[in-house]
Antibody, heavy 121, light 107 residues
Framework: EVQLLESGGGLVQPGGSLRLSCAAS????????MSWVRQAPGKGLEWVST????????KYADSVKGRFSISRDNSKNTLYLQMNSLRAEDTAVYYC??????????????WGQGTLVTVSS | EIVLTQSPATLSLSPGERATLSCRAS??????LAWYQQKPGQPPRLLIY???NRATGIPARFTGSGSGTDFTLTISSLEPEDFAVYYC?????????FGGGTKVEIK
């Protein structure tokens, strides 16, 4: 069974940093792109970042570019999101998701349960 | 950036009725359009990818269609477990974007 388990969320002050982790199991992690998607309380979904297979290519939403950094450790089947210079508007549940991929299924599938990040003084 | 606009924001229907959800893109999103279902307190679940392909385990009552800038998710006969929020998403252009969602609620 494919599983994604996020950790590392919590309460942080504005301007602070946090590192999220996503432990993957049940599939060949190193063969797939991986992404982070967030959801502010009561709001819709916002794509944050994607990292491709080797980790050499990454993509970011403009809202986090220059502040967040996505990485992966294929030897540990783990995805990371380093978040710096956090703002109140970064408060959200952060989901780890497999994909997107060029082969079926091409969407984000599956998703982890999410980890809550709260930025507040 | 491709902006996805979903309508209606809320759809009030009874079990057994047909649901038709719309997703309009600001530029062509074919064929890279997906649909997700999200229930309260749960992560989203992939329903449809590449406009019309059902993900593994998704019942046949869910159908995706459309092309270019206009896409539709149809639920042929609502089951109690289908009342949820639905999002469309495109992967054809960076940044990847989601629509604002349609809530399907019990009438």
């Amino acid at each position: 069974e494919v599983q994604l388990l996020e950790s590392g969320g919590g309460l942080v002050q504005p301007g602070g940093s946090l590192r999220l982790s996503c432990a993957a199991s049940g599939f060949a992690f190193s063969n797939y792109a991986m992404s982070w998607v967030r959801q502010a309380p009561g709001k819709g979904l916002e794509w944050v970042s994607t990292i491709f297979i080797s980790g050499g290519t990454t993509k970011y939403a403009d809202s986090v570019k220059g502040r967040f950094s996505i990485s992966r450790d294929n030897s540990k089947n783990t995805l990371y999101l380093q978040m710096n210079s956090l703002r109140a508007e970064d408060t959200a549940v952060y989901y780890c998701a497999k994909g997107p991929d060029s082969s079926a299924p091409t969407g984000f599938d599956p998703w982890g349960q999410g980890t809550l990040v709260t930025v507040s003084s | 950036e491709i902006v996805l606009t979903q309508s209606p924001a809320t759809l009030s229907l009874s079990p057994g009725e047909r649901a038709t959800l719309s997703c309009r893109a600001s530029q062509s999103a074919s064929p890279y359009l997906a649909w997700y279902q999200q229930k309260p307190g749960q992560p989203p679940r992939l329903l449809i990818y590449d406009v019309s392909n059902r993900a593994t385990g998704i019942p046949a009552r869910f159908t995706g269609s459309g092309s270019g800038t206009d896409f539709t998710l149809t639920i042929s006969s609502l089951e109690p477990e289908d009342f949820a929020v639905y999002y469309c998403q495109q992967r054809g252009n960076w940044p990847l974007t989601f629509g604002g969602g349609t809530k399907v609620e019990i009438k």
